[in-house]
């Protein structure tokens, strides 16, 4: 299953790349910035525009949202499917893709007996640095062609909501059309420990391939 998880996040980061190449072609045929370029490192020494490749800083980005979300529901995933054998992988399937009709109390359980990102907690807190790594590092393997090196973020702008409405239910308890989790925050109300505790699960994640930025709401 989480072979299969990579293997998606992959194809997804690769067509992300393809769908912003579009954009980067249809920026250089009309949306050029002239006035913008004017005052970016690089394009009047090379003549270029900023959405051609003239600046200096050329990156390009793709941006999370929903990570906890993510990092929660794989957790759950992992404790009652593969640890504890409590219910079999089809049945919880089932029970999510049913949007957890008449299964309330399954529902509470995945969101009250797990533990959830955000709260100091190690062993969910080492599924989250690795889930962000592959995430990241992943990104970063990809050029544009404006042969700047892509880089991850993680900020929503409250995008988190309007991708909630169209995202089917998930594993950590959420029902469909709910929002999903915002930037790189922990969902809302599983924080349990107080803001030291969630700042400390964020500090633990690598931010050497995340320079395109985040947020923590």
Known sequence: LYNAFIRQLK???EFSVKIAEIGDV???KYAQHPFISATLDGCLENGKD???GGAKYNFSS???YGFATLVDSLYNIKKVVY???SISLPELIEIVNSDFKDEEVSRQKLINNYEKWGNDKTEIDSLAIELWDLFTQEVAKHNSIRNGQYNAGAYSMGIHVTEGILTRPTTDGRKAGSPISNSLSPVNNVEKNGIT???N???KLNYDYAMNGIAVN
Request: with cysteine; hydrophobic share 50%; glycine share 0%.
């Open 83 to 85: 640890d504890q054998k």
């Open 50 to 52: 900023y959405v051609c």
């Open 197 to 199: 505790a969630i700042l």
């Open 62 to 64: 793709i941006t999370a």
């Open 26 to 28: 249809e920026a250089m």
């Open 201 to 203: 699960s964020i500090a």
């Open 11 to 13: 194809h997804n980061i």
